[in-house]
């Protein structure tokens, strides 16, 4: 496993992270998720992340439970804030008091004291940015989180949430995208400027939710166990990478990963890795051996020919619409 800083910080992070999104608390049980996560520590993978609302606040407690007895020092915790977790007004969002509350249930639920790095899992339009930031600074003051980060924020929203952060004295150091071969929306204006601003990328789903495994195959039945399988065992087609022109591209990719000596998962994962901006990919897993297979993504380098032509195949159905990070499209 290689290590990658994260941002400008000094703090190292695995260049895969595992994370729990639909899988810990809602796909699979405690005995699976703790045996995914000790084969992240046997291949190396030092950082986890999470979030508070992921399966209800269960993916942090089976993330905690699955960690106990493992040195601290050695881990590189990550959590979020900001969608529901509860049915109060004050459950949701980026406020005071919704921070302070969420950041003290994350670590009862973690079994930890405080975690490395405490995201703004989106931004928060009824809380003024100063409200927010200001409850950041303190919380890292309270020692219950060392660095700060955002996710899916626009370039002006990260701009001047690092004005704030830097006034006030606390490390913002990361963002925490969508990535991938087919999903490229954050390169014209989002990586460019948190180059500037010393933010390291986290990138979420670089396997384009399972479609880069090359699992889906246009005309055939979906696997049993996917989250794209119809009720009557065909492949659900609504969703932005489930278009048959879609699918048809990615199965053209199946030689280049053979070339390359890689699974078509690994393929993917080290095409976002060449990326120089990005800190760390997300991997998530409901069996050991998933883990084992992303693992062989560390380390490998892509030459330009490579890459190139995996451009080449996939150029008719690559979103590059910077217009398309979420911040985007969920502003009032």
């Known amino acids: 496993m290689e290590y990658r800083k994260l941002g400008a910080s000094g703090m190292y992070i695995s260049e895969l992270a595992y994370g729990n999104w639909v899988t810990h608390g809602e796909q699979i049980d405690q005995e699976a998720a703790t045996s995914c996560v000790r084969q992240a520590l046997d291949l190396g993978i030092t950082t986890f992340d999470t979030a508070d ?13 699955a ?25 949701r969002g980026l406020s005071r008091k919704h921070m302070v509350e969420s950041i003290n249930g994350s670590l009862r639920r973690l079994g930890t004291d405080y975690v490395d790095l405490y995201q703004a899992h989106r931004y928060d339009y009824e809380t003024p940015l100063e409200e927010t930031m200001q409850a950041f600074a303190d919380i890292v003051r309270a020692g219950k989180a060392l660095y700060i980060g955002v996710s899916e924020w626009t370039p ?60 889906y195959i246009p005309g055939k039945g979906a696997p049993t ?15 932005k990478f489930m278009r048959p022109e879609v699918l048809e591209k990615v199965q053209e990719l199946q030689p280049i990963a053979k070339e390359a000596g ?17 800190s760390a990919a997300i991997v998530g897993a ?14 490998v380098k892509l030459d330009a020919e490579l890459l190139h032509r995996i451009d080449q195949v996939l150029e008719p159905v690559i979103e590059r619409d910077p217009g398309k990070v979420e911040s985007f499209l969920t502003r009032p």
């Open 262 to 278: 890689l699974s078509m998962a690994a393929l993917a994962v080290a095409w976002v890795l060449q990326n120089s901006n990005v």
């Open 53 to 65: 609302a992921y399966a209800g606040t269960r993916a942090e407690s089976a993330l905690g439970e």
């Open 225 to 239: 166990d996917s989250r794209f399988t119809s009720e009557d065992g065909t492949l659900k087609d609504d969703h």
């Open 156 to 215: 002006d929203e990260i701009r001047a949430g690092a004005r704030l952060a830097k006034d006030l004295g606390i490390g913002l150091i990361s963002n925490q995208p969508q990535y991938s071969m087919l999903w490229r929306v954050i390169e014209e204006e989002v990586v460019p400027t948190s180059e500037e601003l010393g933010l390291g990328q986290i990138c979420w789903s670089p396997l384009a939710q399972g479609v880069l495994t090359g699992k």
């Open 67 to 91: 960690l106990k007895g493992v040195r601290r020092e050695g881990l590189e915790i990550f959590t979020k804030v900001y969608f529901p977790t509860g049915e109060g007004k004050n459950d």
């Open 286 to 299: 409901s069996k050991p051996e998933q883990l084992v297979d992303n693992a062989t993504a560390s380390g």
